[in-house]
């Protein structure tokens, strides 16, 4: 076989596999490899028809734009051609683009200097959004048609459906348009769209999207406008196809500043550089501030600001000599899932982690990606020796996004949960769900399998000993991960409580320490004695039980004391503690192991005295009401409504239990309806229930939350009520320091912005909480305006 003919199979059969790839991506809306993939073939198949031009065809997806236009829409021939972009992938690529344009402009652009340098060509920037391409046609100012981009040539009539996102303007605002305009854009989503998106679709039992380019285009290509009304588009205006009666600007900045002019949204990011360093200063200014931004991009497109210039350069086959896409490295790739570990975490959960073969994933070579669990894994169909998709954005771990399943060799395997722990042999154990609702148990298998073996297990052990004693728990300085480990291994430490009776002869032993270094972290042990109540709860590892659950649990209950015997029922009453985390709670201040350690850590030996117990939050005093406590009892039929009636008419706990028993007066009773009323004959017939409403009753007496209790008057924070969020660098103080002087204030400091946030502090590379910040409207205060706010309430940095 001839080179000619080999390279003529490899073109047919890149040709064959790019076609597909377009039509999943342009028409289904479900590409099955990341982009850079594609391009990979894209760049091969270019390469091997240069070589043999002979070989070139029409038809070629080098010579043409995307996919057909799906037939559920009506077509649209696009009198202008919608043409893709060239892409440079390295520097070079860039320098090479920039030496054409001045090549190809050579008889334009004024002589170099003496030393050889070349005129500069001026440039217009802007980031690539990551969307579906559209065209907007305006006739005398009024938008007529949307349509696709589809092959370049002919897209799909998308008219309803464009008219329901909200920032592309019905009509042109201003004056001075001409009487036909198309403007071309991209329709695309924000992170916090997306994500808002995926939320909604989870609970719906919806299909959830892989990415916000996927949503946009599948949420733009829906048969019912309806549902493109419900999704958050949004549009961004880059260019033009057909003008008539009328003119634009003889720039590309001028030209979009006169869409902005006339009410079509532009880049905010829009800026025009002189050269080709200018746009590689635009192009990592952009790159840096990539995690910031509201949207995602993919890179940066340069084109030649003027017009004039542009017309002289001309297009190619499929793109315009005038404009390049310079791409950022790629966040997905494909690889091969090699074998499924699992791992086991302090709370015994044994959690799969994702071996893969080595890939270079925006610069970082990945070979482990998580898979959080085993629902996922099902979710995902996924099994080993599958190709996969993963990506890697900013500092998030790489993850699993998708499996090419047309890809998946004969001899792959199911992914299995081991029978006993990979760490100490015991048996693993799927969680179960226990709902509890109207007086009633459910259970249902959980996502989480769990290694039975407890503190016997050295994983576990060795966790909870490495959250036990880190910064924001007891803040132990100098008891890093390999210390502990050392310590476990050696049999030293098998609970929390042997941190306390460390010798010096056993510590100086321990690989890596000296006389100094033993006695810093003797000191610093013996400097942790004295933690908060609510660092000290953090440091048990409850779980589900977080640092602001912690400090809750604290602050609401003042001492451990009520903390360990709170009934989950009184739990409840507090803000955010649900059910099962109540549950949790509960269940692990029952466990006798757990006791035993903490009495061990309160005692004479070891020394802990714990800081900042007291008495109840003034808050919670007489918090509970009557008609409360009857709809947290969950009987059958009677909600809020019922209950606060049934409050009215029986006065107490006894009224109602009585109530209960008196079918003749009840069944007259006008608080409730008839199957309300024979559930709450049922429900206290059981002498159980009856014991256990007595007994919360009683525990909310005692704690002072009762209905009768004595109420307290709560000297008011003045930021009480309100939710804060730190982002970026702080200079003057730690962001720890500056969340601790927030909540002194009594404001709640949230890891993620929403609608609810009063105010955002951020400080230099803040990123995309800000920009989340200033979508939604939130206040934004820099870290001047902090330091002056804690200062006028006597706080100081």
């Known amino acids: ?39 990979r073939l894209f760049r091969e198949l270019k390469a091997l028809e240069e070589e043999h031009p002979d070989l070139v065809s029409a038809e070629s997806p080098t010579q043409r734009v995307g996919g057909a236009a799906a037939a559920a829409f009506g077509e649209v021939r696009h009198e202008v051609p919608m043409l893709s972009l060239g892409n440079a992938f390295e520097e070079q690529d860039l320098l090479d683009f920039d030496r054409r344009v001045r090549e190809g402009l050579a008889d334009q652009l004024p002589a170099g200097d003496l030393f050889g340098g070349g005129a500069e060509v001026e440039y217009s920037c802007e980031p690539k959004l990551d969307g579906l391409a559209v065209s907007l046609l305006y006739e005398n100012g009024r938008l007529t048609r949307g349509a696709t981009r589809g092959d370049g040539s002919t897209g799909e009539d998308i008219s309803a459906n464009v008219r329901t996102v909200r920032n592309i303007p019905l009509r042109l605002q201003g004056e001075g348009w001409p009487a036909v305009l198309e403007v071309r854009g991209e329709v695309y989503m924000s992170k916090a769209g997306f994500d808002a998106l995926n939320a909604r679709q989870m609970e ?42 009328g003119s634009l600007p003889d720039t590309q900045v001028g030209i979009l500043e006169a869409f902005k002019a006339w009410g079509v949204p532009i880049s905010r990011e829009l800026k025009r550089v002189q050269g080709v360093a200018g746009c590689q200063a635009y192009y990592a200014d952009i790159g840096e501030r990539r995690d910031s931004l509201a949207y995602e991009i993919d890179g940066v497109v340069f084109k030649v600001n003027r017009i004039d210039f542009q017309r002289e350069l001309g297009f190619r086959a499929r793109e315009p000599r005038w404009a390049v896409a310079h791409k950022f490295p790629a966040r997905e790739e494909l690889t091969e899932l090699l074998d499924v570990e699992f791992q086991v975490g302090r709370t015994g959960a044994v959690t799969p982690v994702a ?54 060799p004969a001899d792959a395997r199911p992914v299995r949960v081991p029978e006993h722990c990979p760490v100490c042999g015991s048996q693993v154990e799927r969680t179960q769900l226990v709902k509890r609702a109207k007086g009633r148990e459910s259970v249902s298998e959980g996502a989480i399998y769990r290694c039975v073996g407890r503190l016997f297990c050295q994983a576990q052990l060795k966790q909870s000993i490495i959250h036990f004693v880190s910064r924001r728990a007891m803040d132990i300085d100098g008891l890093g991960d390999k210390i502990v480990e050392q310590l476990v291994d050696k049999g030293l430490v098998k609970s929390p409580a042997d941190l306390f009776t460390l010798t010096y002869e056993q510590v100086v032993e321990l690989e890596g320490f000296a006389d100094l270094s033993t006695r810093n972290l003797l000191s610093a042990i013996a400097d942790s004695r004295r933690p908060s109540l609510a660092r000290f709860i953090y440091a048990l590892g409850i779980p589900d039980v977080g640092e602001e659950t912690a400090k809750l649990l604290a602050r609401a209950l ?52 714990l800081q900042e117990e007291g008495e109840l939050a003034a808050e919670f005093a007489a918090c509970a009401t009557l008609a409360d406590f009857i709809a947290k009892l969950d009987i059958a039929g009677i909600a809020a409504t019922g209950a606060k009636k049934l409050a009215e008419s029986a006065g107490d706990l006894e009224g109602i239990v009585a109530l209960s028993q008196d079918w003749l007066t009840l069944s007259v009773s006008k608080a409730l309806n008839e199957k309300a009323k024979q559930s709450l004959r049922d429900y206290f017939a059981d002498p159980q229930r009856v014991a256990r409403a007595r007994a919360i009753e009683a525990q909310l007496r005692e704690f002072g939350m009762h209905w ?26 730690s962001r720890d320091v500056a969340k601790d002087k927030l909540e002194s204030l009594g404001a709640k400091v949230a890891g993620s912005v929403s609608a609810k946030t ?18 939604l409207g939130v206040a934004v205060m820099d870290e001047e305006g902090l330091l002056a706010l804690l200062a006028a309430h006597g706080l100081s940095a």
Request: charged residues 25%; aromatic residues 6%; proline residues 5%.
């Open 558 to 609: 003042g001492s451990l004391a009520r903390i360990e015997r709170a009934l989950p029922e009184v739990l409840t009453y507090l803000p955010d503690v649900g059910a099962e985390v109540a549950y949790e709670i509960h269940n692990f201040f029952a466990d006798e192991h757990n006791r035993k350690v903490i009495e061990q850590l309160l005692d004479e030996t070891h020394g802990i005295a």
């Open 758 to 775: 009063h105010c955002v502090v951020a400080g230099p590379g803040a990123g995309s909480k800000l920009a989340k910040a200033q979508e």
């Open 1 to 39: 076989m001839t080179d000619s003919q080999t390279a003529a199979q490899r073109i047919a059969q890149l040709r064959s596999e790019l076609d597909a790839h377009n039509y999943r991506y342009y028409v289904l809306d479900e590409p099955s490899v990341p982009d850079a993939e594609y391009d």
């Open 355 to 408: 071996r893969l073969k080595p890939v270079q994933v925006a610069g970082v070579t990945v070979s482990n990606a998580t898979l959080h669990n085993m629902d996922e894994v099902a979710r995902l169909g996924l099994m080993i020796g599958d190709t996969v998709i993963i990506r890697r954005a900013g500092d998030v771990i790489p993850q699993v996004m998708q499996v090419v399943s047309e890809r998946r």
């Open 708 to 733: 009768q209790s004595e109420r307290k008057v709560a000297e008011g924070l003045p930021l009480a009520g309100q939710t804060w969020v730190l982002t970026g660098t702080l200079e003057a103080m």
């Open 204 to 245: 719906s039992g919806g299909k959830t999207f892989a990415n916000p380019r996927n949503a946009a285009a599948g949420s733009l290509r829906q048969l019912d406008p309806k549902i493109t009304a419900s999704r958050p588009l949004e549009f961004c205006a880059y260019g033009f196809g057909r003008v008539e009666g």
